[in-house]
């Protein structure tokens, strides 16, 4: 093999060798474009929620581009409590009763107005993303406050939304894509 060749396959072997680690999440990885893809995604999680010094635990499902459930199980004052978002319409279900509303006629500041903007209002633009070690952290605002999103940086799970305007932070288990098999 001549000396020409051998520098070629060398070359080409550590082409091939930069390719692969791009591909496994290095430095080529395009971490805004996987944040909008997730939250593009229908999921599903359970959260342990503060909002405004308050404290619940929820079920919260993603289907469509915008339509949020969100199924209260605790404390025991919200238990059974659930909240639907669909389109311009927002369901509000709680011991036999239901209310149908405007999601316009809502405050702004409302905790479910917030998480459905946060996950699912347009982010062209608008988000700042950082991966960390083992996190993406991605930073933006809607409707007059800040939030982060913070993803686990091999599965892109949703592992915490913080909302600090209104003293909100929720932390996320049993993240799923409800695309893939459970």
């Keep these: 093999m001549s000396k020409g060749y051998r520098?070629?396959?060398?070359?080409?072997?550590?082409?091939?060798?930069?390719?692969?680690?791009r591909g496994m999440g290095g430095?080529?990885?395009d971490y805004d474009a996987l944040v909008r893809q997730t939250l593009a995604r229908e999921y599903s999680f359970t959260a342990e929620a503060a909002y405004s010094g308050t404290t619940a635990t929820l079920q919260l499902t993603k289907t469509g581009e915008?339509?949020?459930?969100?199924?209260?199980?605790?404390?025991?004052?919200l238990n059974g409590l659930s909240v639907t978002a669909a389109g311009e319409a927002l369901t509000v279900?709680?011991?036999?009763?239901?209310?149908?509303?405007?999601?316009?006629?809502?405050?702004t500041?409302?905790?479910?107005?917030?998480v459905r903007e946060v996950l699912t209002g347009e982010k062209s633009g608008k988000l700042t993303v950082e991966?960390?070690?083992?996190?993406?952290t991605a930073s933006g605002s809607i409707l007059l406050t800040t939030y982060q999103l913070v993803f686990d940086k091999e599965t892109m799970a949703l592992e915490k939304i913080v909302i600090p305007s209104v003293e909100g932070e929720a932390t996320i288990t049993d993240f799923r894509f409800l695309d893939e098999e459970p």
């Design 27 to 29: 430095p080529g990885v």
């Design 93 to 107: 279900r709680f011991r036999g009763m239901e209310v149908d509303l405007s999601a316009y006629a809502i405050p």
């Design 7 to 21: 520098y070629l396959a060398a070359l080409t072997a550590l082409l091939l060798l930069l390719a692969g680690c």
């Design 131 to 136: 991966a960390e070690e083992d996190t993406v």
């Design 66 to 77: 915008a339509d949020l459930q969100a199924d209260f199980t605790a404390p025991e004052a």
């Design 109 to 114: 500041q409302s905790l479910m107005t917030l």
